[in-house]
């Protein structure tokens, strides 16, 4: 399961139609208040979370999970409707797994979310990892 936390909703369509075409189970969850509350029942594959979220800012939420022992493992990709370099260095400074932007085709966001996806995975299952400080 991926769940999407988009709020405009055109591009969440389309994120939610790319996914279920490459046979990924999505779902759309309204707000990063809202996630963290479903994340204490179900468990996904991996988090697409907006950076410009209405009332919230994704960088925050972001910042909840990563601190969260319990969150800390889900994979999460930022979106957005920029590829402003300033905003990208951002969100991997606090540990965002890739970023995709609204600018992007679908091959190449399919592509970055099979990565992340193939990394959680090896992760999970015990792959040695180098942490550089």
Do not use: W
């Not at 189970?25 to 990063?32: K, Y």
């Not at 204490?40 to 999970?65: A, N, S, T």
Request: hydrophobic share 35%.
């Amino acid at each position: 399961m991926v769940y999407c936390i988009e709020p405009k909703g055109e591009f969440r369509k389309s994120l939610m139609h790319i996914l279920e075409s490459c046979g990924y189970a999505s779902e759309a969850v309204p707000s990063g208040k809202e996630l963290l509350e479903v994340l204490k029942q179900h468990r996904p594959e991996l988090i697409l979370l907006d950076y410009d979220l209405p009332g919230e800012k994704g960088l925050e939420i972001l910042d909840v999970l990563r601190d969260s022992f319990e969150y800390v493992q889900i994979p999460v990709i930022m979106v957005s409707d920029t590829n402003e370099g300033f905003r990208k260095a951002q969100c991997f400074d606090h540990g965002a797994d890739d970023y995709l932007s609204g600018t992007m085709g679908r091959v190449e966001m399919m592509a970055r979310i099979r990565a992340v996806l193939r990394r959680a995975e090896r992760y999970k299952y015990g792959d040695e990892c180098v942490r550089i400080q």
